[in-house]
Each structure stands twice: as structure tokens, then as C-alpha cells.
């Protein structure tokens, strides 16, 4: 048992008013970290009056209503995220935590959650078209999300989780579920004889100048191939680039495409 305050068995005691994180670890190494907070007897109260929670993964619309009675007011309010005030908006998932000291200098706490849904997942699974042609599919698999769903494709919007129809390129997949939340991935449609293109590696640009790199290999396809990257560089390899996120366009001699 390891307590914020210096303690290292089951019972903290002596503490003053305060925050404290115990971590507890087994005999397999294995940790697990728990939050309390202590107020003074003498302290204010703190009443959660609502707390809004998202209803979409990675928004930043919840909100925090507390009252403060006891103690002797006037109260000093500071939030753990630095707000002043009882009631705190705009936020994003996690804990916060009040502190409320009164006239006397007594103090209150207490630790208050934000929560938000597990992230969905929308996964697109993709068939190449003809080489010339326009017949590539893809149908569009989600997971942990709230059905029914709205798909919007490049070619349709409706309820149905699969299209057909598509040229070769780079689309993307727009999804609405039932608590209106906004899911996008995007996803290509090669062509059949076209090159399978391998990403061999990925440098990472530095905060001290040094650019990124991308480099790719070829399998298959009728050579010799010509390269068209979303930069308008027509090499094999992308070097020497700023971070960012860049598409190519490999064309065989026989005019079939494929993209990453």
C-alpha cells in the first residue's frame, strides 16, 4: 500500500483535510489506484445537484451543478480544472474535483465524474472494381455503437451498411447513430491487376526540425509503375515531408490503380 501522504499500510490516518491517492500493487506486480478525499468536521457540504455526461465519445459538453451549504460562508471555490464558480461547463470526460474553503478556513472536497460512451468503431470492408470499370463495393461493420444507423456513402444515405457502384479512389464513410453521434472513416477502392502496395516504414518528423518520411514496396501489378502522391510527388518513396497525412496513387502499365 502506497499513500500520496508518505503511509504504507491498509489505514491513512493523522491526515488533514486534503486529496489522496492510494496504490495498492500484488504480488504479481500488479497496481490499482483509488482517489478519497477527507474534509473538515466543521467544513461545508457539498451536494451534487446534476452532472451531465456525454452522450457522444470525445465531446466536451458536460456539465457540473453543485450547492454549498454549512460552514461560514463566504465560500473560496477552485475547481481541479481551475474554474472559480459552483457550477462548471464545457467539459470533457474525467474526474474533477471541488475544493470549498469558508470563512474559517475550513475546507470540503469531493471528486465528481464525467463520463462519456465506449468509442465506436466503424470498420469498412472493401471489394476492388474491375480494372476500368466502376463496380468496387464496401460494406461498413461498427462496434459499440448505438443503432439504428444512418449511412452516408459517396453514392447513397440510408439505412443500409454496404454500397456498390464505386470507381476506384479514396472515399469516405460518414455514419450517424441513434444519439446522433457523427462517425467517419475513410476507406479506397483499388482495381483488380493493380499493384498491392506494402508501407515498408514511417519516419516521424521531430520538434527539432527533422522531416517525415514515408517509404513503400510493391507486390504484383504490371510494371513499370508510375506514383502519384497527395503532395504532387511522383516518386516511389515520400521523403522529407512535414507530419501530415498523405495518399498515393500507384498506376501499373496497364492502367490499373491501387491506393494507400
Known amino acids: 500500500y502506497e499513500w500520496s501522504n508518505g503511509d504504507n499500510s491498509v489505514i491513512a490516518d493523522s491526515l488533514y483535510a486534503g486529496l489522496y491517492i492510494i496504490t495498492v500493487t500484488d504480488n504479481n506486480d500488479c497496481s490499482s489506484e483509488g482517489m478519497v478525499t477527507v474534509s473538515d468536521i466543521q467544513g461545508p457540504t457539498i451536494l451534487v445537484d446534476n452532472v451531465t455526461n456525454m452522450t457522444c465519445y470525445g465531446q466536451s459538453n458536460g456539465t457540473i451543478s453543485v450547492t454549498i451549504l454549512g460552514g461560514a460562508p463566504p465560500y473560496d471555490i477552485i475547481w481541479s480544472n481551475g474554474d472559480q464558480t459552483e457550477d462548471i461547463y464545457n467539459l470533457i470526460a474525467g474526474p474533477y474535483e471541488i475544493f470549498v474553503i469558508d470563512a474559517n478556513g475550513c475546507m470540503a472536497m469531493k471528486s465528481i465524474t464525467v463520463t462519456q460512451p465506449t468509442e465506436s468503431v466503424v470498420s469498412v470492408i472493401t471489394q476492388p472494381a474491375i480494372c476500368g470499370g466502376s463496380n468496387g463495393s464496401a460494406s461498413a461493420v461498427i462496434s459499440n455503437g448505438n443503432a439504428p444507423y444512418n449511412y452516408i456513402w459517396p453514392n447513397q444515405t440510408g439505412p443500409q451498411n454496404q454500397t456498390g457502384g464505386l470507381a476506384p479512389g479514396i472515399y469516405d464513410l460518414l455514419v450517424i447513430d441513434a444519439n446522433t453521434c457523427l462517425l467517419q472513416e475513410e476507406f479506397i477502392i483499388s482495381e483488380t491487376l493493380a499493384p498491392i502496395i506494402i508501407l515498408d516504414s514511417v519516419i516521424t518528423g521531430t520538434c527539432s526540425g527533422n522531416l517525415s518520411s514515408i517509404y513503400i514496396n510493391t507486390l504484383g501489378g504490371v510494371g513499370p509503375f ?22 498515393v496513387m500507384i498506376t501499373g502499365q496497364n492502367g490499373c490503380s491501387s491506393y494507400l
Open 226 to 247: 508510375t506514383y502519384s502522391w497527395s503532395d504532387g510527388s511522383t516518386n516511389e518513396d515520400l521523403t522529407n515531408v512535414l507530419p501530415g497525412a498523405y495518399n
